[in-house]
Each structure stands twice: as structure tokens, then as C-alpha cells.
């Protein structure tokens, strides 16, 4: 048997393992990464921690650590009160203003995930005060900073556009970001009325703080066991017909301003200001600036590091590694040079497309991106057909299906969720990146690919 095919077929045996049995996958990926790299690669220990995705580690170690801080200290309630003024206190209008934040700073040239690393937190604290389904919540923002992520000034818009011109094809760099702005824009419509967004319409801000007042402070999200529950009617929780935008004011002006709160918003503005805008590790800037806290005010992280998903932390770096291992083994690029070998234009479009989606559902979209592209450039010179239809369809089924609870966004997702059953949550994310994964490619490819020819 082939190394290629020996990688294929562990990494199936291990999700029908995790499936039956209460294992963290994470921690099976290791063992396989291990056994696998040795006896079958003859790789030392060290090429195999190679694979060790020690920037996503730090990355969710540094943000899930600096959020707790938050939580403790009452940062994230203050910050969930006050940005309701953005909407005026209709909560319908919180996950789009979410995903409009998101898709503006990958726009502008920030990593997908370290946007999502910024504003899931603060839009899954929203989704618990205000019965807001966390799954839509989290992965509207992670369609939002997709929808952006392809912009000529993104990571992900320069890596095509500059693979695409030195190949000689003519695709506009303007039809590729709406393209995929576009599309992403359509999963969260269609997600927004799947989990009953239409629902909040009519709701206000203003009843939840009622509600809060009412029973004595207690308020947030209200489901059980993970429940994806939204708030259903007008009435709200307070049962009242609606508030005021200065009613919302009124709760948000009444709360005191500590100065452990002003020191935690200072550093969340300096981990999106160093992160973002000067392109610094927004793990070691998370770490730096919760160590700050930490001496600034002790007793606000204590239990923060118990608060970090460490069991996310263990499934996803696992699974990195042991996609570490098959790159080693050249199963990527086999399986890419089988789809290229097929013949047909149109179904090597096809193949190519869920070959990236499904890769990067597990590994670096901007590395499948780099890695699927070029497997198409021989037939797209061909012109039999659109070599624009081919590159957004590409583009778009290499990034959408971040939502995978192992990519950087998906795992972000999960590990900032709050008020829900982290197993449950965890199967809801993993379901609907399965849908995304199985639909995703092949809606991209008849909807960007297939008009083409016609």
C-alpha cells in the first residue's frame, strides 16, 4: 500500500474511532501522526512536530486566555451593552452588523483569523445576553471575514491575483472579491433564516435589561445542553412589547466603568491595532497583553487559565500535525495530479473544487489556494472553460469551509462559545461544515463553473 493511500485511510479510521468512542480526536491525530511517521515515513520525531501548527496554538491559547480575563472583570458584558448602540437596539440587526465588521477588516488586509479572533468573542457574547443562536452568530462571522478575505488588499486576494497573473489568465481581481463577498453573503442569508433569525425581529435590546433588572441581575443565553435557541416572539423575555434606543442607553450609562475594564478594552484596542495593523502574531500579542492585565489586576485572572479550550486546543493542533504527515507523504499532490489527470475540463473543475474544500477544511486555505490554482492552469489555457468561473469557484471552496471546527476560524468559534455544552456545540459546527464541505464546492462550481459552457 502507498503512503498516500495509507494517510487517506487513517485519517477516515480516525474519525470513525472519535465517532464511536469518547476519544478527542486530537489526540488520536498524535498517536497516528506518530505511528504513521514512523513506521510507514521513517520520519525522526522531530520532522513530525514539524507539523505543529505552534502559531494556531499560541493563538488560541493567547485569545481564549485574554477573553476570560474579560468575562471576569465584566469587560465583555460592558462591551456587549455598549455596542448595542450600533444597532439601535434591534437585536435582529447584531449578526449582520457582525458580519459587515468581520468582512470590513479582511477587506482591508487583515488574516481571516485574526479578525475572526477579534470579533467572535464579542458576537458570541451577544449571542448568549441576547438568545441569539451562537452557531449562526459564529459562523456569520466567519462568512463575514470570508465574504472580505478576497479583496486586491486581502492575504488571500493577493496570493490568487499574483498566481493568476503569472500564469498569464485574465481574471479581475474585482469579480473575484465580489465573487466571493457575494456568495458568502448568500450562505449567511440562507443560515440567518435556517436558524430563525427572522424571529428577532421586533426584539429589543432594551427587554433583555428589563429582564436582567426583573431577576435580579441573572441574564445571558438561556438554552440548555448546547440548545441552539432563539428569542421567538415580540414580546421578548421581559414580556413587554418593545424599548426605546434610550432605554438601552439608560442600562448601558448606569453601569460603573472600573479601571480594570478600561485597561482590558485598552488591550483588546491594542491586540487590533498590532495585530491588524501592523501584521504582528496575534497570539503573542493576546498573551502579552493578558499578562499586563494579570499584573495590572490579579484577582481578574484568577481561573482565566482553566478557561481556556484546552480540549480544542488538543483536537485541532493533533489534527494539523497529522495533516502535517500526509504533506509529508505527498497526498496532497497526489491526489491533486489524479484530478488533473482525469481529462475533462469540467470535471477536473469540479474535482479541484472539493479537493480544496475538503483539504482545507483541515489545513491552510492560503497553502490548498496555492496548491489547487496552479493544478488548474493547464486546462484553463485550454479555454474550454472560464478561467474566471474556475479560479472564484476555487477560491470560494477553498475558504467557505473554514467553518470546519479544525481550521483557525472554526476553532476560534468553539473556543469563545459561551453558555452552551462545548460537545454539543462542537457536533453542531461539525454538521454544519459537513453540509458546507458536501454542498459548498459543487453549488460554487455549477453556479460559477457550469454557465460557461452554456
Known sequence: MSPQLLTILVLLAMFVVATIF?????????????????????????????????????????????????????????????????????????????????????????????????????????????????????????????????????????????????????????????????FNLLISLALFFALGGHRLAGIRTSQFEEATVASGGSSGYA????????????SGPSGSSGGSGAADADAVSTSRVTFEQIATLLGILALGVLALGFGLDVGFVAITVTVVLALISPKAQKGAVSQISWSTVLLITGMLTFV????????????????????????????????GGIVSAFASSTAILGATIPLAVP???????????VIVALAVSSTIVDVSPFSTNGALVLANATGVDPDRFYRQILVYSAVVVVLGPLVAWGVLVVPGLL
Open 22 to 182: 469518547p476519544i478527542n480526536i486530537g489526540a488520536l491525530a498524535f498517536v497516528a501522526a506518530f505511528l504513521v511517521g514512523v513506521l510507514a515515513l521513517s520520519m525522526d520525531t522531530g520532522a513530525i512536530l514539524g507539523g505543529f501548527p505552534a502559531d494556531l496554538f499560541l493563538t488560541l491559547v493567547g485569545v481564549t486566555y485574554l477573553f476570560a480575563i474579560a468575562k471576569n472583570n465584566g469587560t465583555v458584558d460592558l462591551m456587549v451593552r455598549g455596542a448595542t448602540r450600533l444597532v439601535g437596539g434591534h437585536v435582529i440587526a447584531i449578526p449582520w452588523v457582525m458580519f459587515g465588521i468581520t468582512a470590513l477588516l479582511t477587506s482591508v488586509g487583515a488574516l481571516s483569523p485574526a479578525a475572526v479572533a477579534i470579533v467572535a468573542p464579542i458576537a458570541l457574547g451577544f449571542a448568549a445576553k441576547y438568545r441569539i443562536s451562537p452557531l449562526m452568530m459564529g459562523m456569520m462571522v466567519i462568512h463575514g471575514a470570508q465574504g472580505g478575505g478576497f479583496s486586491p488588499a486581502s492575504v488571500y486576494g493577493v496570493t490568487v491575483n499574483t498566481i493568476v497573473a503569472d500564469n498569464g489568465l485574465a481574471v479581475s481581481p474585482v469579480t473575484l472579491f465580489l465573487g466571493s463577498l457575494v
Open 223 to 234: 438554552g440548555k445542553g448546547g440548545d441552539v435557541a432563539v428569542a421567538t416572539g415580540p
Open 324 to 355: 502535517g504527515v500526509m504533506e509529508s507523504a505527498g497526498t496532497i499532490e497526489y491526489v491533486g495530479l489524479a484530478a488533473a489527470g482525469l481529462g475533462a475540463a469540467l470535471l477536473v473543475a469540479l474535482v479541484l473544487c472539493y479537493i
Open 379 to 389: 486546462f484553463l489555457l485550454m479555454g474550454e472553460v472560464s478561467a474566471t468561473g
